[in-house]
């Protein structure tokens, strides 16, 4: 596993690096829904050449989508490829910069839990209600957003991970864009 700025998962104890393979396991989870839409796509494309015409095309396409992109959000974090706005933050150093990146990091925690919270009860609801899509194939809706559940949590997670070894007085997030 590359070094990363944030270094998720290197070093340290059995947790980090528990939760370092947890954020690379979403990484390839996510890699695998962005191969799926390309043979969602490609089945939509050939389907007629031999006479299948793939409705539902669209439709698991957005939900292949969603659930790569929310899985994907922990591991671009762990490795600082996430966009960072560090017009104030790059101004300071030492124990401002420090402050400034605790209070981010605890903003982006705080958000990132309420996110995840809503998420997991947005899909537990839906299973427990039966909900379907509205699409050409009546989907369980719980399904396509676990994905999004699932990687809310992840980020959550990866996000207080990263709040806690702040404040205990480890590195700073890097700024990867400016390397």
């Given at each position: 596993?590359?070094?990363?700025?944030?270094?998720?998962?290197?070093g340290?104890?059995?947790?980090?690096?528990?939760?370092?393979?947890?954020?690379?396991?979403?990484?390839?989870?996510?890699?695998?829904?962005?191969?799926?839409?390309?043979?969602?796509?490609?089945?939509?494309?050939?389907?007629?050449?031999?006479?299948?015409i793939?409705r539902?095309?669209?439709e698991?396409?957005?939900?292949?989508?969603?659930?790569?992109?929310f899985?994907?959000?922990?591991h671009?974090?762990?490795?600082?490829?996430?966009?960072?706005v560090?017009?104030?933050?790059?101004?300071?150093?030492?124990?401002?910069?420090?402050?400034?990146?605790?209070?981010?990091?605890?903003?982006?925690?705080?958000?990132?839990?309420?996110?995840?919270?809503?998420?997991?009860?947005?899909?537990?609801?839906?299973?427990?209600?039966n909900?379907?899509?509205?699409?050409?194939?009546?989907?369980?809706?719980?399904?396509?957003?676990?994905?999004?559940a699932?990687?809310?949590?992840?980020?959550?997670?990866?996000?207080?991970?990263?709040?806690?070894?702040?404040?205990?007085?480890?590195?700073?997030?890097?700024?990867?864009?400016?390397?």
């Amino acid at each position: 596993m590359p070094s990363s700025p944030f270094r998720h998962g290197e070093g340290g104890f059995g947790p980090r690096r528990a939760l370092g393979a947890l954020y690379e396991l979403c990484g390839w989870a996510a890699g695998l829904f962005l191969i799926a839409i390309l043979a969602t796509i490609l089945l939509q494309i050939g389907g007629p050449i031999f006479g299948y015409i793939f409705r539902a095309g669209d439709e698991l396409s957005g939900y292949f989508m969603a659930a790569s992109f929310f899985l994907a959000l922990a591991h671009a974090f762990g490795r600082g490829e996430h966009i960072r706005v560090t017009l104030i933050v790059e101004r300071f150093a030492g124990r401002p910069r420090r402050a400034i990146e605790l209070w981010s990091l605890g903003a982006g925690s705080l958000l990132a839990g309420f996110f995840a919270f809503y998420a997991v009860k947005m899909c537990w609801l839906s299973w427990v209600l039966n909900d379907v899509s509205q699409g050409l194939i009546p989907f369980p809706l719980w399904v396509p957003q676990l994905g999004m559940a699932v990687g809310g949590v992840v980020l959550a997670v990866a996000l207080l991970e990263q709040l806690v070894t702040v404040g205990a007085g480890g590195p700073l997030p890097a700024n990867k864009a400016r390397e």
